[in-house]
């Protein structure tokens, strides 16, 4: 009966607990009671610490100064015990049999992520990635949103060796952007962090939306019907025959003109924008 009870017994029963605890974790103030072993398996950082020449690798204690969010390291070390890193507790007490919440706060997962970076957590930075691209879905009309934005991918940023999370939010912004330049807080944003750019992007983009669509025609052939507009033989055509156009007249290079001054002349092309299909 004994040998039942301890082999489902799991990292996430020891966590903060006395029972066979060898290490006390301090960070901003606060303080948790862990084990090497358990800490070593997840984190790089923790693994080279305990192992290390160093004297905290015999101390009972290790200090992570105040430079992290508490709440993020709290978090990263509910991962390492096999607990949702996203949950919280709902009344303000350190007591972790208390009611818990998800949190969806972003700019939470992102000193999550920091922190799991810093520390080497390999495995929390996917699902923080993961989560971070759902919340998007779901938050970036909020004011809230521009705000993470800026702390996660503006040159004010911080260096983060695993660029996932920055490669994420950079996609969702790029998908949505047409979206995205209509809020005046992502706006004020990429103005506030590169003015000049900001404003070239928001004034291309918002000149772009406010333009009535351009309509494209097929005719009743089947072979027409059945392309799509992000079909490949329909671009690779719009392609070629945009190579040998001009978009505005018609015209075709080689073709003999008189310009301004009444000189005759040969049309010839020259690149200017890109299509490639509408989003």
Same mark, same amino acid.
């Given at each position: 009966?004994?040998?039942?009870?301890?082999?489902?017994?799991?990292?996430?029963?020891?966590?903060? =607990?006395?029972?066979?605890?060898?290490?006390?974790?301090?960070?901003?103030?606060?303080?948790?009671?862990?084990?090497?072993?358990? &800490?070593?398996?997840?984190?790089?950082?923790?693994?080279?610490?305990?192992?290390?020449?160093?004297?905290?690798?015999?101390?009972?204690?290790?200090?992570?100064?105040?430079?992290?969010?508490?709440?993020?390291?709290?978090?990263?070390?509910?991962?390492?015990?096999?607990?949702?890193?996203?949950?919280?507790?709902?009344?303000?007490?350190?007591?972790?049999?208390?009611?818990?919440?998800?949190?969806?706060?972003?700019?939470?997962?992102?000193?999550?992520?920091?922190?799991? !970076?810093?520390?080497?957590?390999? =495995?929390?930075?996917?699902?923080?990635?993961?989560?971070?691209?759902?919340?998007?879905? *779901?938050?970036?009309?909020?004011?809230?949103?521009?705000?993470?934005?800026?702390?996660?991918?503006?040159?004010?940023?911080?260096?983060?060796?695993?660029?996932?999370?920055?490669?994420?939010?950079?996609?969702?912004?790029?998908?949505?952007? =047409?979206?995205?330049?209509?809020?005046? *807080?992502?706006?004020?944003?990429?103005?506030?962090?590169?003015?000049?750019?900001?404003?070239? &992007?928001?004034?291309?983009? =918002?000149?772009?939306?406010? &333009?009535?669509?351009?309509?494209?025609?097929?005719?009743?052939?089947?072979?027409?019907?059945?392309?799509?507009?992000?079909?490949?033989?329909?671009?690779?055509?719009?392609?070629?025959?945009?190579?040998?156009?001009?978009?505005?007249?018609?015209?075709?290079?080689?073709?003999?003109?008189?310009? !301004?001054?009444?000189?005759?002349?040969?049309?010839?092309? *020259?690149?200017?924008?890109?299509?490639?299909?509408?989003?």
């Amino acid at each position: 009966m004994a040998t039942n009870t301890i082999s489902i017994r799991s990292d996430r029963s020891f966590f903060d =607990t006395e029972a066979l605890s060898d290490v006390k974790v301090k960070f901003g103030g606060q303080q948790l009671l862990c084990h090497k072993t358990v &800490l070593a398996r997840k984190s790089e950082y923790f693994y080279r610490a305990f192992t290390g020449q160093f004297p905290v690798a015999s101390s009972n204690e290790i200090d992570l100064g105040d430079d992290d969010d508490p709440e993020a390291v709290r978090a990263m070390i509910r991962h390492i015990y096999d607990l949702p890193y996203d949950q919280m507790l709902e009344a303000n007490t350190f007591d972790d049999t208390a009611a818990y919440s998800t949190n969806e706060d972003l700019l939470f997962h992102i000193a999550v992520f920091t922190a799991a !970076d810093k520390y080497d957590v390999s =495995t929390l930075r996917p699902l923080v990635v993961k989560k971070f691209e759902d919340l998007m879905e *779901t938050t970036w009309e909020g004011d809230q949103f521009a705000t993470a934005i800026q702390k996660l991918t503006g040159p004010s940023a911080g260096h983060l060796a695993d660029n996932t999370l920055q490669a994420a939010a950079a996609a969702f912004c790029a998908k949505n952007l =047409t979206k995205l330049i209509k809020k005046e *807080t992502f706006v004020k944003m990429i103005q506030d962090e590169e003015p000049f750019s900001g404003r070239l &992007l928001t004034g291309f983009v =918002t000149g772009i939306s406010a &333009l009535p669509p351009v309509p494209f025609f097929r005719c009743q052939q089947s072979k027409c019907k059945e392309l799509g507009e992000r079909n490949p033989a329909f671009l690779s055509g719009v392609r070629e025959y945009a190579r040998k156009h001009c978009m505005h007249c018609d015209c075709t290079t080689n073709t003999p003109y008189y310009d !301004d001054n009444g000189m005759y002349e040969h049309i010839s092309l *020259t690149p200017w924008t890109e299509f490639s299909g509408s989003q």
